[in-house]
């Protein structure tokens, strides 16, 4: 099984394949998310003090916030995962 890395930001890196959903952090329900991460500790910061602008939720019930674009994210794990597709590591 290969690891694949997702540079969210800040030389911030996150295992792609266990990557469940990347949010904006604009909506209520993810608010709420992110403020029960925190509270049981499993909320990580790496927005170095910016604005957040992408919540990652992963498999472990980790919530980590960046400071990139959900959609700049998404489109890292796509690039990264049609880059090992073609057998180039």
């Not at 969210?8 to 998310?33: C, D, H, L, Q």
């Not at 992110?34 to 003090?49: F, I, P």
């Given at each position: 099984?290969?690891?694949?890395l997702i540079n969210i930001?800040?030389?911030?890196i996150v295992a792609a394949?266990?990557?469940?959903?990347?949010?904006?952090?604009?909506?209520?329900?993810?608010?709420?998310?992110?403020?029960?991460?925190?509270?049981?500790?499993?909320?990580?910061?790496?927005?170095?003090?910016?604005?957040?602008?992408?919540?990652?939720?992963?498999?472990?019930?980790?919530?980590i916030l960046s400071a990139?674009?959900?959609?700049?994210?998404?489109?890292?794990?796509?690039?990264?995962?049609?880059?090992?597709?073609?057998?180039?590591?």
């Amino acid at each position: 099984m290969d690891i694949k890395l997702i540079n969210i930001g800040f030389g911030n890196i996150v295992a792609a394949n266990r990557i469940v959903t990347i949010v904006s952090p604009e909506s209520a329900p993810i608010k709420r998310i992110m403020l029960e991460a925190r509270e049981r500790g499993m909320l990580v910061d790496a927005t170095y003090g910016r604005r957040t602008r992408a919540v990652i939720i992963t498999d472990s019930d980790h919530v980590i916030l960046s400071a990139v674009q959900p959609e700049t994210v998404a489109n890292r794990v796509v690039a990264k995962e049609i880059y090992s597709d073609n057998g180039d590591s």
